[in-house]
């Protein structure tokens, strides 16, 4: 099984500053990198597949980098809609799995 | 409007079976891949990949901790997509939900509001 861990558990900043969300996986998962956003009450949100791809609707600010065992997620400018919950989540191999999630918490 | 939209959670005791049922609507059901995945409220909202189902069914895929005990399985025709939970173990609690992987796979652009199955001992 291929396990992420997501780096830092909670992250405070405030809006207009720059996030930063490590996820690493413990085998090369290749790009097979997918980041979700999640919000209270509410399903996961598509961000990015494909380690870099933005999905459709997902705006500029988001950015996905990396590739083999090391991602990260960057938010350049936050928005107040963007403090939330972030999973990665691998689609290398079966079983399918998840990191432990990163709360983006406003400062 | 594409969306999934699951149902058929409820309360069980251990040893019970529930099926969930999850219907697609505004996209060909058939062209997709399906998934089940689950939250787990009490492990500081763990997310756990349940299940996943080809567009044709002909390919099915389990976490360990399920096998020999759920069942994904999908009706093309009427666009719904299963999971039978049978031998439900207190462990099994958590909030469900269908996902659509995007065309191209390896990633789920659609999610379910999730519905709730408690398992009590």
């Known amino acids: 099984e291929i396990v992420l861990t997501q780096s830092p558990a909670t992250l405070s900043l405030s809006p207009g500053e720059r996030a930063t969300l490590s996820c690493w996986a413990s085998q090369s998962i290749k790009s097979y990198l997918v980041w979700y956003q999640q919000k209270p009450g509410q399903p996961p949100r598509l961000l990015i597949h494909?380690?870099?791809i933005r999905a459709t609707g997902v705006p500029a600010r988001f950015r996905g980098s990396g590739s083999g065992t090391d991602f990260t997620l960057t938010i350049s400018s936050l928005e107040p809609e963007d403090f939330a919950v972030y999973y990665c989540?691998?689609?290398?191999?079966?079983?399918?799995?998840f990191g432990q999630g990163t709360r983006l918490e406003i400062k | 409007e594409v969306k999934v939209v699951e149902s058929g959670g409820g309360l069980v005791q251990t040893g019970g079976s529930l099926r969930l049922s999850c219907i697609g609507s505004g996209f060909n059901f058939n062209d997709y891949w399906m998934n089940w995945f689950r939250q787990t409220p009490g492990k500081g909202l763990e997310w756990e990949w349940v299940?996943?189902?080809?567009?044709?069914?002909?390919?099915?895929y389990y976490v360990d901790s399920v096998k020999g005990r759920f069942t994904i399985s999908r009706d093309n025709a009427q666009n719904l997509l299963f999971l039978q939970m049978n031998s439900l173990r207190v462990e099994d609690t958590a909030l469900y939900y269908c996902?659509?992987?995007?065309?191209?796979?390896?990633?789920?652009?659609?999610w379910g509001q999730g519905t709730r199955v408690t398992v009590s001992s």
């Open positions: 494909g380690a870099s």
């Open positions: 989540q691998q689609r290398r191999d079966w079983p399918i799995t």
């Open positions: 299940a996943s189902i080809k567009e044709d069914a002909s390919e099915t």
């Open positions: 996902a659509r992987d995007r065309a191209g796979g390896r990633a789920c652009d659609i």
